[in-house]
């Protein structure tokens, strides 16, 4: 072993012995680490999983840099793209799909959330709005977070499903909004329809729900991490650590009872010092991820969206490889599970 390689991975070892986390004396075994440092995009009043994993000790010793705030996956995407970032926030799985499709050098590495995250959340109008079905959606305005993201995918599947024509659709009028201006600018009859995160926005009443993903699709995956190839090739262990301990982070939302969960979340976001209102956690009830173990994706997380695309003419049959679009090679569940697997099929 070369010198300098020899005194680094003393100097990891050091490091994890110093930190006393239970996961420390694992990083000889995975191969010294490339980096301990993690950047990662926040997000106002919320904690990311990736903020769990490390309070939980799941990452150390790798250490996490917040470097600034996502508005939505498309943006945390590109905080990748340029190098700002080593993890996207979390990303609907069809933008991941559109973004692969263009070209980017990047890939989905575990999932984030699912369709039945929240039984609150949704797409919401007024009480006394006239608005009850897809049609009456035409000319319509309504709040989204970004452009190409679940919430206009989910809409434009959801006038779709209402018979209305290519030329129908595309006159619902698609207005960004901050997620936290969301309740206002509905309430202010500012837009006629407005997503409501986790439900944020009914506690006041005056509203009722249009629809919600899980309507329309079921139990799915809708989420998940992105991170370049470039950081996948040059920093493979490191990557690996991450990765599994957002996925034991993941396995301990499931396990652990709600009021543990709303109180690290809030002790994590006061920690932070950042002047920051915790409200929106209590409206919080889990990732959605129960068919998901680990957060291993499957090509049915991804495929339901080429398919569509392709129907919308925005992909040709046949351009997409899932095998570039997503990976599990980097989460250390996906031998396990595939080892379950071909135990239940023998």
């Known amino acids: 072993m070369k010198p300098a390689r020899f005194l680094s991975s003393i100097a990891v070892l050091l490091f994890a012995v110093a930190c006393g986390k ?20 926040g997000s106002p009043g919320w904690v990311t999983l990736e903020e769990l994993a490390e309070d939980l000790g799941y990452l150390a010793p790798v250490k996490l840099k917040n470097i600034g705030i996502s508005t939505g996956g498309p943006q945390g995407i590109q905080m990748v793209l340029s190098g700002d970032a080593d993890i996207s926030s979390s990303s609907f ?12 050098p990047v890939t989905a590495v575990i999932a984030a959330y699912g369709t039945g995250m929240n039984d609150l959340g949704g797409y919401y109008v007024l009480e006394d709005s006239p608005i009850h079905g897809p049609r009456d ?28 024509s290519k030329a129908e659709i595309d006159s619902v009028e698609l207005v960004v909004v901050p997620p936290g201006s969301t309740e206002q600018v509905l ?49 493979p262990n490191t990557a690996r650590h991450v990765i599994g301990g957002l996925a034991r982070a993941i396995e301990w939302t499931k396990t652990t009872p709600l009021e543990e969960i709303h109180a690290r979340l809030v002790h994590i976001i006061e920690k932070r010092q950042r002047n920051e209102n915790p409200g929106m956690v209590k409206f919080w009830t889990g990732l959605g991820l129960e068919g998901s173990p680990h957060g291993l994706l499957e090509d049915q997380d991804f495929q339901i969206w080429v398919d569509w695309l392709v129907k919308d003419g925005q992909l040709l ?20 599970q595939a080892k379950n697997t071909l135990g239940r099929d023998s």
């Open 22 to 41: 239970e996961d420390a004396s694992s990083v000889a075994a995975e191969g010294a680490l490339e980096t301990l440092e993690f950047r990662h995009p």
């Open 187 to 235: 309430r202010q009859r500012q837009v006629d329809v407005a997503p409501f995160y986790f439900g944020i926005g009914t506690e006041r009443g005056g509203v009722r729900r249009l629809f919600r993903d899980y309507e329309l699709f079921g139990p799915i995956t809708v989420g998940a991490y992105v991170m370049s190839n470039r950081f996948l090739a040059e920093k």
């Open 93 to 104: 799985t069809g933008a991941v799909v559109k973004v692969v499709a263009s070209g980017a």
């Open 137 to 164: 959606l035409i000319g319509r305005k309504i709040a989204v977070n970004t452009h190409g993201a679940q919430m206009e995918f989910m809409l434009r599947e959801y006038l779709a499903r209402g018979g209305l």
């Open 317 to 336: 049959p046949g351009q997409v490889d899932l095998r570039k679009v997503y990976t599990n090679a980097f989460n250390p569940h996906a031998a396990q």
